[in-house]
């Protein structure tokens, strides 16, 4: 188990720029898969961005080309880089990581939450 906790939400504007933290204990993240996941209101839990390594990381296709997810083992935290922000952003979201590049993501933050307005 890991213990995952997520910071950098916030309220900003259509086209403005937020970097979401998620920072582990109890485990070293290099030994696991870490994801963004984010769910809106009214809507079901969806996946944003996923990395094993800097060479393999995937993404939805709603944020490809505006989010970026990133990590420093030496640090321990993944990143989320969010650019180029749009209402439909708008949701909370979640870190998550799991063993193994199959299967469930078992251990999730509390989550996070991104407001875009217009």
């Known amino acids: 188990q890991v213990q995952l906790v997520e910071s950098g939400g916030g309220e900003v504007q259509t086209g403005d720029s937020l970097r979401l933290s998620c920072s582990a204990s109890?485990?070293?993240?290099?030994?696991?898969?870490m994801a963004w996941f984010r769910q809106a209101p009214g809507k079901e839990r969806e996946f944003v961005a996923s990395i094993m390594g800097p060479r393999n990381t995937g993404y939805a296709m709603s944020v490809k080309g505006r989010f970026r997810i990133s990590r420093d083992n030496a640090e321990n935290t993944v990143y989320l880089q969010m650019n180029n922000l749009k209402p439909e952003d708008t949701a909370v979201y979640y870190c998550?990581?799991?063993?193994?590049?199959?299967?469930?993501?078992?251990?999730w933050g509390q989550g996070t939450q991104v407001t875009v307005s217009s």
């Open positions: 998550a990581a799991k063993i193994g590049i199959v299967g469930l993501y078992d251990n």
């Open positions: 109890g485990r070293t993240l290099s030994t696991y898969v």
